[in-house]
């Protein structure tokens, strides 16, 4: 049986007018004033364009319908084991809820139900976009045992028409307004990477002007997420492959004999309070083609079954209601948040 994803689509919440100044456009928020007590998280993707951003939130959005289904029908807290059934396929089952075509691709006529992404070297995602309704998910950490979880999208960088500032502006307004950051990277982390991520975080403090927040560092978490990885010594073995990424990220963040290295390395341990690396290795062919059609069986499995493990491990372990000024954000709150971020950059 289909499940159809419901009503929510994705809306473009900033755009950017010819010479690089931002734009908020006021449609209409559907969480204005959507549960507005609730404590709100807010999970981010930036990165290089055409590196599979959007590709992969429309899994992080298939993994919320069915989290966020199965405590509507439940009424209670979600058996992960649920969530992590492998059907005769060797699919986890809720990478198919929804159907055996992945949301948002662009030869979909219903692609409004998932952020739009298609094969080739055209740019796809311009300005910053929000999934217009936050999903209600269990959190046993908040007195109501709840939270609500946004979704944002944001224009890839570094394509050739995009200059240095908005890029900062749009990396540093995407830290600023999430609690969770993937930084999505091509194949390897390199050393420009972090120069890059210290340089917009920096951005990201003089817009808020604050420092460090306490005793804690101003930005929750980022995750370095690697995409097409080639390093595993065994791709199929999962529990190998985290031993792996573990020694890799030790490795990267690791001290340096140089002091300019060093500087860059503890600047990024000043502004984040966790930062960790996760590895991906290629999807397939059939999905770098333009001809993609957003088929879930073409996949490799072996992306598939990390993919799952990287996903559930977002929202088990690692997300967090958006925290500023060490003090939780609510839904009814967050858009005056934004806005004004928004007009300071």
Known sequence: MTVVLGCRQRLQYFSYEEGGYAVYNETSLSF??????????????VG???SGKSFLLNFILRYLHALESQVVICHSSLDNADMKTINKDGIYSWILYGGAILEGYSGNTSNSKGFNFRGGDARNTEGIWFWNKPFIIPDPTTAGGKMAVLIMDTQGMWDGQTGQGLTASIFGLSTLLS????YNVDRRLQEDFLQHLALFTDYSIRIRDSGKSGDHPPFQHIDFLVRDYANFRNESNQASCLKEMESYKNSFLSPRNTEDLNETRNQIKECYQMIDVYCLPHPGLEVSRVSYDGTIKTISSAFLNLLSNYITSIFTKGLEPLEINNRPVYTKDYESYFVCYLNLG
């Open 48 to 50: 290089a364009f055409r």
């Open 32 to 45: 204005r004033i959507f549960l507005k007590t609730v404590p709100i998280a807010v999970l981010s993707i």
């Open 179 to 182: 609690s969770y950051q993937i």
